[in-house]
């Protein structure tokens, strides 16, 4: 009875209370009693489940720990294996999700998670060849899944041959592609109508790509979250109890902006400098403290009434999360998070940490508009029609101009253009502004193989390359309604 009431709170999704009722339960057992099984086997046992819990809450060092402690009973368990290789790879210990994932290809050679996980591993640290290697094995085992080919394809060019198209054109024709793959199908065809230079045909496929992904694969209510809610409660936030000044020596630079703007090759040439920082990527960890902690009443927020943020437990969480980098309070270390929507928070960031920098990338808002149009980024549920790009960019632009007002000194705005072109004194500008030593030779960061996980990876593994003002004219047309 016990076991299915925790099982319901997790369904309901209320973790919290699901990880109290469960740590009294492991106080309760032996290891040796430790087996225990939830409905249907999805859950192997407590601390797996706890594992499992944390990392729902975003806690990934204590999720780590209870998945350490299941695989000292379970220790061939490649379910389990393959969380801990991915939650080392979330906290940036590459080292270890890489020896891990290797581990569990020798226990079974065609665990699909962690051959695709290994090729993505290798595909963020620009070890190209590796990460085909491994997208190869598994599009071996399973030929017709859209996205071994897709990734391949990315990757290099020549998968984009006559015989794959004639493939993907087959599988469509014989119904044999998942709704959650259609999109996949018109995405690898868009591509292969660029490399002909047949542009409306791109286009075509492109919308229809979008189409399909909005119908099968977005979640629901994270579009909602994105579409209606915190554009219009992110002003309406209310603080409670004053902060503990727990990470008020705390130096962080928070990079904003939107897709597709230089916040990537930003963040990577930040650090080159030699002065000693954490990049942490895209962590959106308050995001997901948000959520976690108020989405509830965020939802419910019919009326747009104010929320009470209390500032008190989101300096915890924000200490919980820092400790999944390795990160202490007595940390003085300058942080560099490349969270874009962060911008909804800026007002929270500063009275949290009461030093933070801002860095908000630019770039020529129509290039801006296709480069995320063409990309079909699958994790921005709002990006999958032009029309909710631009809403959201017009959003965007309206919050950023009323910080310009209020932190002036807070915000330092740097375009794609002026990092694209060289432009030595904007890059020195930026570094003094974030406390960073200048590096002279800020272009050759590629040199670092630097982790990266998001739709950038590829193009900035190869040299900087001047900002070409035309990439996109030819597909400006699909702005001409939206002009006003």
Not at 73 to 99: F, P, V, W
Request: charged residues 30%.
């Amino acid at each position: 009875m016990e076991l299915q009431n925790i099982y319901n709170l997790i369904n309901k999704k209320k973790f919290e209370e699901a990880k109290t009722k469960l740590i009294e339960l492991v106080k309760k057992q032996t290891v040796s009693d430790n087996n225990l099984f939830y409905r249907g086997g999805i859950y192997k046992n407590i601390y797996f489940t706890l594992s499992q819990v944390c990392n729902q809450l975003n806690e990934l060092e204590k999720s780590i720990k209870y998945l350490k402690n299941h695989l000292n009973i379970n220790k061939q368990d490649s379910e389990a294996l393959l969380n801990l290789a991915n939650l080392y790879l979330r906290t940036r210990k590459i080292k270890k999700a890489e020896i891990i994932y290797k581990r569990i290809i020798k226990i079974e050679n065609n665990n699909i998670g962690a051959l695709i996980n290994l090729a993505f591993l290798y595909e963020g640290m620009g070890k190209i060849n590796n990460a085909i290697k491994y997208y190869q094995i598994a599009k071996n085992l399973y030929p017709n899944n859209l996205n071994f080919y897709y990734n391949l394809i990315r990757l290099n060019n020549k998968y984009l041959s006559d015989n794959q198209i004639s493939f993907i054109e087959k599988l469509n024709k014989e119904n044999r592609v998942p709704d959650k793959d259609k999109y996949l199908s018109d995405l690898i065809l868009s591509k292969n109508y660029e490399k002909k230079k047949d542009y409306l045909n791109e286009i075509k496929f492109i919308e229809k790509s979008h189409e399909k992904f909005l119908k099968f694969n977005v979640n629901k209510k994270s579009y909602k979250y994105w579409r209606d809610i915190i554009p219009y409660c992110y002003n309406k936030f209310k603080y409670k109890n004053d902060t503990s000044k727990k990470l008020k020596n705390m130096n962080p630079v928070f990079i904003i902006g939107l897709p597709r703007s230089g916040s990537t090759i930003t963040e990577l040439i930040l650090s080159t400098s030699k002065t000693p920082k954490h990049s942490l990527g895209e962590t959106s960890m308050i995001n997901s403290i948000i959520i976690n902690q108020y989405g509830e009443k965020l939802f419910d927020n019919s009326k747009k009434d104010e929320i009470e943020i209390d500032l008190n437990l989101v300096e915890e969480k924000i200490i919980s999360n820092l400790r999944n980098f390795d990160i202490t309070i007595s940390d003085q270390t300058i942080l560099i998070d490349k969270s874009l929507e962060n911008f909804y928070y800026l007002d929270l960031l500063i009275k949290i940490f009461p030093k933070a920098k801002f860095v908000i990338t630019e770039r020529n808002i129509n290039d801006n508009v296709i480069g995320i149009f063409k990309k079909v980024l699958i994790d921005i549920p709002w990006a999958h029609s032009i029309l909710n790009i631009i809403q959201y960019i017009n959003i965007y632009k309206k919050i950023i101009n009323d910080y310009k007002k209020r932190y002036k000194e807070k915000l330092h705005f740097i375009k794609l253009d002026d990092l694209q072109n060289f432009n030595d004194e904007k890059v020195d500008a930026l570094f003094n502004f974030c406390g960073l030593d200048y590096n002279s030779n800020y272009f050759k960061f590629q040199k670092q193989n630097q982790f990266i996980s998001n739709a950038s990876n590829l193009q900035i593994r190869s040299s900087l390359k001047k900002y070409d003002k035309r990439k996109y004219e030819k597909y400006y047309d699909l702005l001409n309604q939206y002009n006003n």
